[in-house]
Nanobody, 131 residues
């Protein structure tokens, strides 16, 4: 299993930027589909961005054009650059690591996992955007 730890959250004004990081450890040689998932209290969780093992990316419509997901394989680190933040972006952001063997593809900011696969998220980092 891959252990992931998020950092980089904080409080910003609308229109501001943050860059989240997710450091992976453990079975990092496994090909992974990785993504960022967010959840606000009382709201459904939302996959916002995903990057597949081949480097292809996918974004939720709500963040497309504002967020960029990337990875540095040498550093075992996943990033989410968030620009032009909006109050509705306020949420806990989680990094997810999914073995590629348990993924069928990416769509809408999400690694599409096969049935029976296990959630593998980090502890989360809070992003708060004020108006």
């Amino acid at each position: 299993r891959v252990l992931v730890v998020e950092s980089g959250g904080g409080s910003v004004q609308a229109g501001g930027s943050l860059k989240l990081s997710c450091v992976a450890s453990g079975d990092t040689d496994t090909e992974l589909c990785m993504g960022w998932i967010r959840q606000a209290p009382g709201q459904e969780r939302e996959g916002v961005a995903a990057i597949d093992s081949d480097g292809s990316t996918s974004y939720a419509d709500s963040v497309k054009g504002r967020f960029t997901i990337s990875k540095d394989n040498a550093k075992n680190t996943l990033y989410l650059e968030m620009n032009n933040l909006k109050p509705e972006d306020t949420a806990m952001y989680y990094c997810a690591a999914n073995p590629r063997s348990g993924v069928v593809g990416i769509f809408g900011g999400t690694c599409l996992r096969k049935p029976g696969t296990t959630d593998n998220w980090g502890q989360g980092t809070q992003v708060t955007v004020s108006s």
